[in-house]
């Protein structure tokens, strides 16, 4: 039996030859990892062995042979030659000692869980597959809920035929790998019920960008296969790793709620599977509550540190006991390999209006017509270098998916099949748009753009876009930090690369508008709205306890995305300053805002927070910075109050903060000041009482100074930051703030469009310079050339 049939208890990962990568894995789990918490269900492997004795023993080498022979000649296709050679596999007879090992050791699994006959799943794991750069993404087969003797040996002939599916076939040919010196194993794992308790993928990284301080899970109600292939668009959480071991801390940077719009479970016969659609309830919820997340998130970075490299896993959660156990993993083979000491950013330009948005992957740009197929038949009609456009992929789809410029689906996550080989081709892809196939049509000219975040965008049209190699080892070091300006959270772990000083402002009116999309004084008032709004706020709020729950946590998770990337180093958040127009286009918001002459000058920044109209929102705001500090262990985050005209004006906006749990210097607490009102220069040393830091917002600044509507197209001439009055007061407030110890940065634009103008601030000695990511490589080089030149 030894010799064919291995129990995972006694495979090790060094067994990859015997056993294939998977079931490799699986057994160095069971052995070294389940007294730390890894749960593994039981079974056994057939070995390599056993596959080339089937083979042998039905006289298939041969035959196998001369049918791929004829493939390279051209003789037969692809299809012919595929179907031939699993026809002989599947019609094969077993010899006898593999037949018994295999029946008894599918007697003593039954024996094991005190059935006659226990349900399994029938896992196909190829002797080359998982190497380190090949994922042979679902290149063989896998059967679940097989019950009985006969029905297991037919699944596991079948799981011998699929190592030479259409797929796998060429495959193999892509990456160089020998047929003949490719075997399968089987794996034989006890089934757990997550037909009724739900399962999914995760990774011990970014999938997207190679940040190592992520796990990123995705789950779907039932069976795990609609994930892995994509068939749904499951909810997605972000963990992140250095805070997990830390006591009280809930490190949760992200809950996307995804449709899930169907699950698979057992079929009426017990011994199949079926798709049905999932309830509204079922919709409406998250998979998985915060404990099982972090649960999750710690076994992934248990088996990560155990093998030493990033990993990619299964999970599956049992409906009876609640217990959640990995199922499968294996490495990572994509980003891990990447290259660390540079990377390619790209930046879109003259974008046409936006079609469709969905998940993004591969971080590039690709544009070209579209060709929408929908069913794996007619791949034969693909247009080479064309946008690929389709419900879902599955492995029968990589030869046409190598030929394409870009991939775009109607469901799927960031780990489904689609995601992973369009990683893996280098291929930008978008899933989850949900009707990407009804909207868009053959011949169609788009632009596909991953590179502005975790939201993937296809633009009408054919945009023009820039590519640049951004080479980490020629980065200068300076005197004066360079910080970045971030808005959005979704595309700040996109720059975790560079060697910032940290977040010089994150925008928080950013994520309110495109995580939250409602007013906050509407949620905290449902009863004052029409019932359309209170829908689509309901809609909204899916998935969380309440309306002001769901903001709190949205705004914090949002704000974590900027914060973690750069911890320790700080990351100063400026509190919520929307104009009351731009609140009034929040959900729900026109109820809540006066009508302004100049809402530029008018209720905003300070002075909204501690006004009866909207301080309740404002205790929110505040709920949310706890929670991202002191919750969550984001302690680097520094508090910035915008457009705070006076000092008396400060001392109200201090004592509503610490009303609400922000006491400044408390935990460490710091609170800045933007420098964008005169009256913040002339009046520095009072401000620099009541504050930390300044930093200086030139644009309100300058409009401020010379008395020019920013936004004015006939005064633009006019609008000037390096005009004497505007220098004057840069200057001043440096020089009076060092003074009295207080510490001055500048985050406005000025910087990342003109070099010049970053020479000038290092000549006043400003402490820091924030700029947007993209700019920052050429202001880092400027303040060095302006170091060097003081």
């Known amino acids: 039996m030894a010799r064919h049939v291995k129990w995972f208890e006694d495979l090790r990962r060094g067994d990859v030859a015997t056993v294939g990568g998977k079931n490799a894995s699986l057994g160095e789990m069971v052995a070294a990892l389940g007294g730390q918490g890894i749960r593994v269900p039981g079974g056994f492997a057939t070995t390599a062995d056993a596959f080339r004795a089937y083979i042998t023993h039905n006289y298939l080498d041969a035959r196998i042979a001369d049918t791929l022979a004829a493939l390279d000649a051209h003789r037969i296709d692809l299809h012919e030659a595929g179907a031939t050679i699993r026809r002989m596999i599947r019609e094969g007879h077993w010899p006898d000692d593999i037949l018994a090992a295999i029946r008894d050791a599918y007697a003593e699994l039954s024996r094991r869980a005190g059935v006659d006959a226990v349900a399994v799943a029938v896992r196909s794991s190829a002797t080359a597959e998982d190497l380190p750069d090949a994922s042979f993404a679902g290149q063989q087969e896998t059967y679940l809920n097989v019950r009985g003797t006969e029905d297991l040996l037919a699944a596991c002939r079948r799981c011998f035929a699929s190592l030479f599916t259409d797929r796998a076939i060429t495959y193999r040919r892509l990456k160089g790998f020998d047929h003949d010196k490719v075997a399968l194993s089987i794996g034989v794992q006890r089934m757990v019920r997550s037909d009724i308790g739900g399962s999914g993928v995760m990774f011990s990284l970014d999938t997207e960008t190679g940040y190592p301080d992520l796990v990123l899970i995705n789950a779907a109600w039932g069976l795990g296969e609609n994930v892995v292939q994509g068939a749904v668009t499951p909810d997605e959480y972000q963990v992140y790793k250095p805070f997990l071991d830390r006591p009280g801390l809930v490190p949760i940077l992200e809950k996307g709620l995804g449709a899930k719009e169907k699950k698979m479970i057992y079929g009426r016969d017990g011994q199949s599977t079926r798709n049905v659609p999932t309830s509204k309830a079922e919709r409406g919820r998250f998979v998985l509550s915060d404990a099982e997340i972090l649960d999750l998130a710690r076994m992934a970075v248990t088996i990560e540190r155990h093998y030493g490299m990033p990993m990619d896993m299964e999970w599956a959660r049992d409906g009876e006991t609640g217990e959640l156990f990995i199922v499968q993993a294996r490495p990572e083979t994509v980003q891990s390999r990447a290259d660390a000491a540079g990377f390619r950013s790209y930046s879109v330009h003259d974008k046409g209006p936006t079609l469709l948005t969905g998940l993004s992957v591969g971080a590039a740009v690709a544009a070209g017509p579209v060709c929408v197929i929908e069913s794996a038949r007619d791949i034969d009609r693909f247009v080479d270098g064309a946008i690929l456009v389709t419900s879902i992929t599955d492995p029968d789809w990589v030869p046409i998916m190598k030929r394409a410029a870009a991939i775009v689906t109607d469901h799927g996550g960031r780990t489904s099949h689609a995601a992973i080989v369009s990683r893996e081709l280098g291929l930008p892809a978008i899933v989850g748009t949900g009707d990407a196939t009804h909207l868009l049509h053959d011949e169609q000219e788009v632009t596909v753009s991953c590179a502005e975040g975790e939201t993937g965008y296809v633009y009408a049209g054919i945009a023009r876009y820039s590519v640049e190699d951004i080479a980490l080892s020629d980065v200068p070091e300076t005197r004066t930090r360079v910080m970045l300006n971030m808005a959005n959270p979704a595309a700040a772990i996109r720059w975790w690369r560079l060697p910032s000083a940290g977040v010089g402002l994150a925008r928080m009116e950013f994520v309110i508008n495109n995580a939250i999309k409602a007013h906050p004084m509407a949620l905290i008032h449902p009863e004052r709205l029409d019932d359309e709004t209170r829908g689509k706020i309901a809609e909204l709020t899916s998935g ?204 406005g634009q000025a910087p990342s469009n003109d070099p010049g103008f970053a020479r000038l601030l290092v000549g006043y000695g400003i402490d820091t310079i924030s700029v947007t990511p993209d700019s920052f490589l050429a202001v880092k080089r400027n303040v060095a050339e302006a170091e060097r030149m003081t």
């Not at 009072?686 to 917002?697: C, L, N, P, T, V």
Request: proline fraction near 4%.
């Open 544 to 747: 969380f306890s309440d309306n002001q729950k769901f903001f709190i946590e949205k705004l914090a998770m949002g704000l974590s995305r900027i914060a973690a990337p750069v911890y320790p180093d700080p990351v100063i958040v400026r509190m919520s300053d929307f104009k009351t127009n731009e609140y009034a286009e929040l959900l729900g918001g026109r109820g809540f805002e006066p009508k302004e002459e100049n809402p530029m000058i008018g209720f905003r920044g300070a002075s909204r927070y501690y006004s009866d109209a909207y301080a309740p929102g404002f205790a929110l705001e505040c709920q949310a910075i706890r929670r991202l500090r002191d919750g969550m262990g984001f302690d680097n985050v520094i508090v910035m109050i915008p457009f705070c005209r006076t000092p008396e004006e400060a001392d109200r906006v201090l004592e509503v903060m610490a009303a609400n749990g922000l006491k400044r210097r408390e935990k460490g607490l710091q609170v800045y000041v933007m420098c964008e009102v005169p009256s913040n220069v002339i009046l520095a040393e009072e401000f620099a009482k009541r504050f930390d830091g300044f930093s200086i917002g030139s644009n309100d600044l300058t409009q401020l100074t010379l008395g020019v509507d920013r936004d004015s197209a006939e005064l633009a001439a006019l609008f000037d930051e390096r005009n004497a009055a505007v220098q004057w007061m840069i200057r001043s407030v440096i020089e009076r703030a060092h003074a009295v110890g207080c510490k001055v940065g500048f985050c």
